[in-house]
């Protein structure tokens, strides 16, 4: 096996049935986490239902901009409540740190969550830490994890080549209109053809991907994690009715995301669904089947939070502006910047107390 190739797969031994065995992961708890919120977004945009979203609105100081405006939300940044492109915008000329909202978001803990689970849940429910601001922080554990992995790898190689018709050889020089040929070929990255789609790219060799016997996605929602949460000063049965509602919130992603006929992972990977299996795992070890499909999740969320309004309500999306300097910095990634190095990259990577939801599938 080429070392090379080898060290960009997780392999790792896990003991299944008293036996050791081989596998390799698919796709991450991170990766997974934002499938499921792309898949909440989706629902939102649909009008399937209706769920907490933060909006960051961009709008272009320039006409001429190809892109003159887009929207992120809470369920598209990496750090959800605590990132930076929410810390970089502002309400009616106010900055986000200063608004009644972001001072909240400053103060919220695992004793009080509540400003949390009113206008960001899934920042408990998949998991944020306020690491970009000074001082102490909050650390919310993600109460949600699913990855995928594939049983008894082997690791594949192949070979990459691109062959130019014409043969050009020569070099490029960047001008502010595009580029113009020079003769002979700079060293440094954008100064060859092959980097802006022209010419011969030598034979190499990237990941070849991995062939398994079989994938499986395992998922959790830990409700040992959910009991660390508090509301402040609500009584116990309030407190129950929001961790209920985080747990159906979890419960809807989870289900929107993956319980399709098959799960698409990317390019050449894509898993067919064998059997999918959700239980409610009890002291002991001893589980119960429970069946739940999307549909029917969206009914579960929407009685959850009915039964928890006296907890406050689950607050409407709210909207932002981006601060200048943060727009101009977008503005210059729009219609400025290049990044020769990465226009012409033909590398690929093919893998890269709870209720327990299983997948297991083949490919």
């Known amino acids: 096996k080429n070392d090379e190739i080898t060290w960009r797969y997780i392999i790792e031994k896990r003991i299944v049935d008293d036996q050791e065995r081989s596998d390799v992961l698919l796709d991450s708890v991170a990766s997974q986490a934002n499938r499921a919120e792309l898949a909440l977004l989706k629902s939102i945009r649909e009008g399937s239902v209706t769920l907490p979203l933060i909006e960051i609105q961009y709008t272009s100081k320039n006409s001429d901009d190809p892109k003159p405006a887009f929207t992120m939300t809470s369920l598209e940044l990496s750090h959800r409540y605590a990132d930076a492109y929410l810390r970089d915008s502002q309400l009616n000329g106010k900055i986000f740190d200063k ?29 944020a830490w306020n690491s970009y601001r000074l001082g102490h922080q909050a650390k919310f554990p993600r109460i949600y994890a699913s990855e995928v992995i594939g049983w008894d790898p082997q690791i594949g190689e192949r070979m990459t080549v691109r062959i130019d018709q014409q043969n050009l050889t020569g070099g490029v020089e960047h001008t502010d209109d595009g580029w113009k040929f020079i003769k002979t070929a700079e060293k440094n990255k954008g ?32 409700f040992a994690a959910l009991n660390r949460l508090g509301f402040g000063s609500v009584d116990a049965k309030e407190s129950v009715a929001a961790r209920t ?77 981006f601060q200048d300097n943060i727009t101009d910095a977008i503005q210059f990634a729009l219609t400025k910047a290049s990044t020769p190095e990465t226009e012409n990259s033909d590398n690929t990577t093919d893998a890269d107390g709870a209720t327990d939801i299983g997948d297991t599938t083949e490919v």
Request: contains cysteine.
């Open 191 to 222: 100064g060859k053809l092959s980097e802006i789609g022209h010419g011969h790219i030598i034979p190499k060799l990237p990941p070849g991907g991995v062939t398994v016997t079989s994938a499986e996605r395992v998922a959790t929602i830990s």
């Open 245 to 321: 509602v985080l747990a159906a919130y979890a419960l809807l992603a989870d289900r929107l995301a993956f319980s399709g006929p098959s799960l698409w992972l990317r390019s050449g990977c894509e898993l067919l669904v064998m059997s999918d299996n959700l239980e409610w795992v009890k002291r002991g070890g001893d589980t119960e089947v429970l069946k739940l499909g999307a549909s029917d999740s969206i009914a579960l969320y929407k009685y959850a939070v009915e039964q928890a309004k006296e907890l406050k309500p689950i607050c409407e999306p709210q909207s932002f502006v």
């Open 99 to 127: 608004t009644e909202l972001g001072q909240m978001f400053r103060k919220a803990s695992s004793d009080d969550a509540t400003v949390l689970y009113q206008h960001d849940p899934g920042s408990l429910v998949f998991g």
